[in-house]
């Protein structure tokens, strides 16, 4: 286990790592390209899935679908190799560079999960919303990487 929250102080100015888990035992976590500062995904993890990450130098994070901890490219090949950890102000979120090389961090192929942008501006009718893909090809395909291995997301 990581250090107890004992006080604000401690929390904000101190030297010891002491991060906030929500009631569930998670930690949200921002995950960028070391490279590029391209945001890659946003995922979670729990102690084990930290303390993993922080010990290895490769990206474990904590799978709400699967109800477990998974290590990032177990499955695909495409392994975050973990560059820095930051944690916030008051250590209940986490932003991580890493390296993927020439891979993908995005289950769906693209290189990152964030590969569509909502337009700004007034909005006509909500359920009409057409975002634009940024990404215009994708590293992987999906239908091969897992093909007979369960899908990483449920709807």
Known sequence: MFKK????????????LSPKFDKDG???VITTDSKTGEV?????MNNEALKKTIETKEAYYWSRSRNKVWHKGETSGFFQKVKEIR??????????????????SCHVGYKSCFYRSIPLGKIKE?????MDFKEKGKKFDPSEVYKGKPNPTKI
């Open 5 to 16: 929250r004992e006080n604000v102080a401690a929390i904000e100015e101190g030297k010891l």
């Open 87 to 104: 944690i916030d102000d008051d250590q209940d979120s986490l932003w991580m560079s890493v390296d993927i090389g020439n891979g993908s």
């Open 26 to 28: 998670l930690i949200p």
């Open 126 to 130: 909500i359920d009409k919303v057409e």
């Open 40 to 44: 890659l995904m946003h995922g979670y």
